[in-house]
Nanobody, 116 residues
Framework: VQLQACGGGLVQAGGFLRLSCAAS????????MGWYRQAPGIQRELVAA???????NYTDSVKGRFTISRDNAKNTVYLQMNSLKPEDTAVYYC???????????WGQGTQVTVSS
């Protein structure tokens, strides 16, 4: 499974960005897709995840501001980020997980910078 992420950039506080992540390869084995982020000096954390049946999960700090969705026809997952805050600044990583054998796949990171 290969994950290609894009959509990061520089935005002012209160602005918005949309990240996308296209999956290719043995995508039928993937159960969960999502986004993690890592800021300098901070452990990588889960931002949002969506299961193949559509169940979503968000970290508390982004609830009400971020929305994760997936287009199964395009094998793509999106992260709509609204009302961005400087503390959202981080490198965002697309992630996919296969529950059988608990296998994890990672895309390349995309930088999101929110200026105050």
């Amino acid at each position: 499974v290969q994950l290609q992420a894009c959509g990061g950039g520089l935005v002012q506080a209160g602005g918005f960005l949309r990240l996308s992540c296209a999956a290719s390869g043995n995508i039928f084995s993937i159960n969960i897709m999502g986004w993690y982020r890592q800021a300098p000096g901070i452990q990588r954390e889960l931002v949002a995840a969506i299961a193949s049946r559509g169940t979503t999960n968000y970290t508390d700090s982004v609830k009400g501001r971020f929305t994760i969705s997936r287009d199964n026809a395009k094998n793509t997952v999106y992260l709509q980020m609204n009302s961005l805050k400087p503390e959202d600044t981080a490198v965002y990583y697309c992630h996919a997980r296969r529950l059988i054998n608990d296998f994890h796949y990672w895309g390349q990171g995309t930088q999101v910078t929110v200026s105050s």
